[in-house]
């Protein structure tokens, strides 16, 4: 029988999933840099004034994204001590040490030096210019590349660049749901303001060039997961894996098959009806929709991760 989860190990599990969605939202923001909209259809070809109010909000939630991403990397750090520590037995300064001296404190550090430094930059693309939002781009990929230091990619399993998969997987994934997620709460929102008159053509752009890049990104993403997967755990993991690994990997794919249908959805129906009437209020239900599969996906990864790898695969 398993052991039952403690207060510990939900805290635990709670802080690494917020610090998923803020990692997310991060990368998503970054992907909303102003010259990331080339092009003729793009939104500030399209109304300039909306394309500019939609880099400043998304600085806004790269910035409070960041915040989030600090407080949830010293949560993390707190919970990862006290599992280690022997219970009952205070969190001395000689421990802490050995802690941040360790293999997983080595990336906990450079990941918290990320989350502060792209906070920062945030701060600085709020008032629209172009070096630091540039900046914030930057370091928003430095915390992709961070991410998977404290969990499966940094093991001997991973195999040989395992880390740089990772990375790519988790800044292709932010891109994807993390750009949805920025598309919904500044795209969507700075849309309100436009003339009815100019709102479809608007919501058009908007959607156009976020589904630009979905579409390389997504498809990329999932590629490098069930790549990283085999590497941990070998082509035939269905054939091998059983208990709570196997059935949490396997809520992972239905979870993950529900976003890629919702996303498919989105873009072969949603998109294409959003000049016919109920087109607007469609796109926010079903991309709202999307989003909440994508925050569930991040949820069943946090617990993921935290679970020994299953002997044997590679």
Not at 203 to 224: H, K, N, W, Y
Request: hydrophobic share 55%; charged share 15%; glycine share 14%.
């Amino acid at each position: 029988m398993s052991e039952p989860v403690s207060l510990l190990d939900a805290a635990y599990g709670a802080a690494r999933w917020g610090w998923y969605l803020a990692a997310f939202l991060v990368l998503g923001a970054g992907s909303y840099a102003p010259f990331f909209f080339p092009g003729r259809r793009s939104l500030p070809h399209t109304d300039a004034s909306v394309a500019g109010e939609v880099t400043r909000r998304a600085a806004r939630i790269g910035f409070s994204a960041g915040l989030a991403l600090v407080l949830f990397a010293l949560l993390r750090f707190y919970c990862q001590a006290r599992v280690l520590n022997e219970p009952g037995e205070p969190l001395t300064a000689d421990f802490l040490r050995a802690v941040l001296g360790s293999a997983w404190g080595r990336g906990w550090r450079l990941q918290a030096l990320a989350a502060v430094l792209v906070t920062a930059a945030f701060a600085l693309a709020r008032r629209g210019a172009r070096i630091p939002w540039l900046l914030a781009m930057l370091l928003s990929l430095a915390v992709g590349a961070t991410a998977g230091m404290t969990g499966h990619a940094g093991t001997a399993k991973s195999g040989p660049g395992g880390l740089l998969i990772d990375a790519a997987h988790v800044t292709l994934g932010g891109w994807w749901l993390g750009g949805l997620g920025v598309m919904v709460l500044a795209g969507l929102a700075a849309a309100r303001s436009a003339r009815p008159e100019r709102k479809p053509a608007i919501l058009q752009s908007l959607v156009g060039d976020f589904s630009r890049r979905a579409q390389i990104a997504a498809p990329l993403a999932i590629a490098l997961g069930i790549w990283l997967a085999a590497r941990y755990l070998g082509w035939g993991w269905p054939l091998h894996l059983s208990g709570s690994y196997r059935w949490m990997l396997v809520g992972k794919l239905a979870v993950l098959a529900g976003v890629g249908a919702l996303g498919a959805f989105n873009w072969r129906v949603t998109q294409p009806r959003l000049t016919q009437p109920g087109g607007e209020p469609r796109l926010r239900r079903f991309s709202a929709l999307e989003l909440w599969f994508g925050i569930v996906l991040l949820g069943v990864t946090a617990v993921l991760v935290s679970l020994p790898l299953p002997e044997g695969g590679m």
